[in-house]
């Protein structure tokens, strides 16, 4: 991963071997990534699945609240099941 060039824009105080170091941990949390036997994923690639997987979890989340959401519209709402939807709908 070749990221040691001269970044004016970056923000104060980080240094090329934390990036590096935050990279490789991203690599590690990213299912699709982790999957792969090879080490050799750019930086950009790595940050590219990062978005992607974040954009993924947020369809998910929002896919699990609508069903939840029409759970709760077939049960009454007024028993200890109600309560537990209306908690994670929160």
Same mark, same amino acid.
């Not at 824009?9 to 792969?36: N, Y």
């Not at 954009?55 to 007024?78: A, F, G, M, P």
């Given at each position: ?13 980080i240094?090329? %071997? ?14 699709e990534?982790r999957?792969?036997?090879?080490d ?13 997987y974040i ?6 989340? %929002? %896919? ?11 049960i009454?709402? %007024? ?12």
């Amino acid at each position: 991963m070749s990221i040691r060039r001269s970044r004016q824009s970056s923000a104060p105080g980080i240094t090329d %071997d934390q990036i590096i170091d935050l990279v490789s941990k991203l690599r590690h949390l990213l299912p699709e990534i982790r999957q792969r036997r090879s080490d050799k994923v750019s930086a950009s690639k790595v940050l590219q699945e990062t978005c992607n997987y974040i954009r993924n979890l947020h369809k998910e989340v %929002d %896919d699990l609240s609508e069903r939840l959401s029409q759970l709760l519209e077939t049960i009454d709402s %007024d028993s200890p099941e109600a309560a537990i939807i209306r908690s994670l709908i929160m």
